[in-house]
């Protein structure tokens, strides 16, 4: 049976109020075609990282929000609606708790079990929790994690230096456009020939090709003339990587960005087609996990081998290290993640992926929001030059959206004053406002976010419960809690926040406060675990932390 929703646009709305009007807006937008992955299986991005259940729960969703009231709340459990109940205004409209375990089952198997039986979704990071806004989402924090790598290695830039990574999938496909936005030339390699199309259509990548040897000799001549350039190579990681380091080719930096964290869904096992994966997948799900462990673990030596080599390497949040580990690669950790050795110092002062999205479809609204952040913030250079690469090359997927990386105060700042466009027409319907799980003070996971934390905490689950219940508390449109997002079962614990501009004082009253809770969060988290920029931050920033060291 065919089934398409596409992202709903235009001033007119058909819930009773616009707070209501924007979750069914974000949920439709995640699953419009130029936005989802897999949207007839109501999949967005990361493997099976999912909106709703099923569709009988998608338009139970949309139903109950319909007729949601402006003083009440619906809770969803892994995205299927189970209660409403009457709240009051400056509460949240709706919870969300996707594919929470009791630790002890917090497995892949245990979870497939319940997922087969239409008991739980996957959801991801923002794909159930509605504020996935496509590949752009990802984009500015894939700029910044090249730009550091740059900064660390490379002088600043990286003209003249060769990326190879994998994986061109929601989030992967963020990559080859980050690298070239850093003036290097990036190979990726995609094991899917419609996944490198959909990069092609959306200039993500420039150009694409199923020979090695050609592959090669582009990315060659592009480095020698300093020219930017993503090349799209069609194979399979596990296999065409070792070909590369058979042939002496140097590489500079080395990572990847398949779906790991999900060895049934997410990785495609060396010398299978995408159909006969598909085949094994439903016939014999543990000798496909089995094979694409495997595959993961010759992938990660592979990685290994091109560091021994010289090139820079570094795991990119997909948790290949641990499936490599787990299949005897003992030294799969020898390579470093992205968040310590790139992010964190970032985290330590509540600086985050702060994004919104135009609820009116209208592109203008964005540009006008564009202009309010550069009249605000015009010292932040990266943020100015980001704004320049985004407006000039970043092609728009279902509604209007934008990132930007702010720190705290400035995300109050810049909430507050989207709030007064609304207000005053500048623009032209409510904006929503939200952010990746992938935050400073919403996640717990240990093999990215919280790797290496200064003082051992990497597994305490408790800093993305708090941030769940503080936000909830200071009054977010919707907030949720998952478990497994972007690492995979039992690795990983996070919250995600949305706050809609809707013009009113209600709006802003809600606005300054979870705006600011929320990376407050982050900045007492890195201070909490002895770091130094979080514990400047916090007395800068007059964030009460009762048991704060000098
Ligand atoms: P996705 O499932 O949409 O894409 C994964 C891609 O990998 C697919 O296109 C698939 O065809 C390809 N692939 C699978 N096996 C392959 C193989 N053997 N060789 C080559 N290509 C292969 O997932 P996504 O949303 O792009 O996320 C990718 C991974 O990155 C996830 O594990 C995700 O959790 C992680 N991630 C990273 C960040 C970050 O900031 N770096 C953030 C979130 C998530």
Same mark, same amino acid.
């Given at each position: ?14 819930? +009773? ?26 999949? #967005? ?34 995205? +299927? ?20 375990? #009791? ?16 008991? %739980? ?52 496909? =963020? ?65 065409? @990587?070792?070909?590369? !380091? ?52 010759? @992938? ?23 499936? =490599? ?47 309010? %952040? ?29 990132? =930007? ?15 007064? %466009? ?15 799980? !992938? ?42 809690? @998952? ?13 995600? %926040? ?21 990376? $407050? ?12 920029? =979080? ?6 920033? $007059? ?8």
């Amino acid at each position: 049976m065919s089934w398409k929703i596409t992202a709903k646009k235009g001033l007119e709305i058909e819930c +009773k109020g616009w707070e209501q009007e924007a979750a069914l807006r974000m949920l439709y937008n995640n699953l419009d075609p130029e936005v989802a992955e897999r949207p007839e299986d109501l999949v #967005v991005y990361g493997g099976i990282g999912k909106a709703a259940r099923n569709r009988e729960s998608f338009e139970a969703i949309v139903e109950t929000l319909r007729e949601l009231e402006k003083d009440e709340t619906m809770l969803v459990q892994s995205g +299927k609606p189970v209660a409403v109940f009457k709240t009051h205004e400056a509460a949240p409209r709706v919870l969300l708790s996707n594919s929470v375990l #009791v630790p002890k089952w917090a497995d892949w198997e245990h979870f497939n079990e319940l997922d087969k039986k239409g008991l %739980m979704m996957y959801g991801q990071m923002t794909a159930g929790s509605w504020i996935y806004i496509g590949s752009q989402g990802i984009v500015q924090g894939t700029y910044e994690t090249f730009a550091e790598l740059a900064n660390q290695n490379y002088g600043g830039s990286l003209k003249g230096t060769i990326t190879l990574t994998a994986g061109l999938g929601g989030m992967g496909g =963020a990559q080859s456009l980050a690298v070239t936005m850093n003036e290097g030339v990036a190979l990726c390699v995609e094991v899917d020939p419609s996944r490198i199309e959909k990069r092609l259509s959306t200039k993500y990548l420039d150009i694409s090709t199923d020979s090695l040897d050609e592959a090669l000799k582009m990315a060659e001549d592009a480095k020698h003339e300093g020219r930017p350039l993503s090349i799209g190579l069609i194979g399979n990681a596990a296999e065409v @990587h070792h070909e590369i !380091l058979k042939r002496g080719f140097k590489i500079d930096v080395v990572t990847d960005q398949t779906s790991a964290h999900d060895p049934l869904n997410g990785y495609i096992p060396e010398g299978f087609s995408l159909s006969e994966a598909e085949e094994l997948r439903e016939s014999n799900p543990k000798e496909y996990v089995s094979l694409a462990s495997r595959s993961m673990a010759k @992938h990660v030596e592979a990685m290994l081998e091109f560091q021994k080599r010289g090139s820079v390497v570094f795991d990119y949040g997909n948790n290949i290290r641990q499936v =490599a580990l787990d299949t005897g690669v003992h030294n799969a950790f020898d390579f470093p993640g992205f968040v310590p050795t790139y992010i964190r110092p970032l985290f330590c002062e509540g600086k985050g992926p702060f994004r919104f999205a135009a609820l009116s479809g209208d592109p203008k609204d964005i540009y006008a929001a564009d202009r309010k %952040m550069r009249e605000l913030f015009p010292d932040n250079e990266k943020l100015m030059r980001w704004l320049d690469m985004a407006e000039e090359k970043i092609a728009f997927q279902g509604l209007p959206s934008r990132i =930007a990386w702010l720190g705290y105060g400035e995300r109050a700042k810049m909430g507050l004053a989207l709030n007064e %466009m609304v207000a005053s027409g500048e623009i032209s319907a409510p904006v929503v406002i939200g952010r990746d799980h !992938l935050d400073s003070g919403s996640v717990a996971s240990p093999n990215r976010e919280t790797e290496s934390m200064k003082d051992g905490s990497d597994a305490v689950g408790d800093w993305a419960v708090l941030n769940a219940l503080i936000n909830t508390a200071a009054g977010g449109s919707w907030i949720s809690f @998952h478990h497994g997002g972007g690492v995979g079962m039992g690795y990983s614990l996070h919250a995600g %926040m949305v706050v809609v501009a809707d013009g009113t004082k209600n709006a802003e009253k809600r606005l300054g406060r979870v705006l600011t809770t929320d990376p $407050g969060m982050g900045i007492a988290r890195h201070a909490d675990a002895g770091y130094s920029k =979080a514990v400047k931050a916090a007395k800068t920033h $007059g964030i009460h932390i009762p048991m704060l060291k000098e």
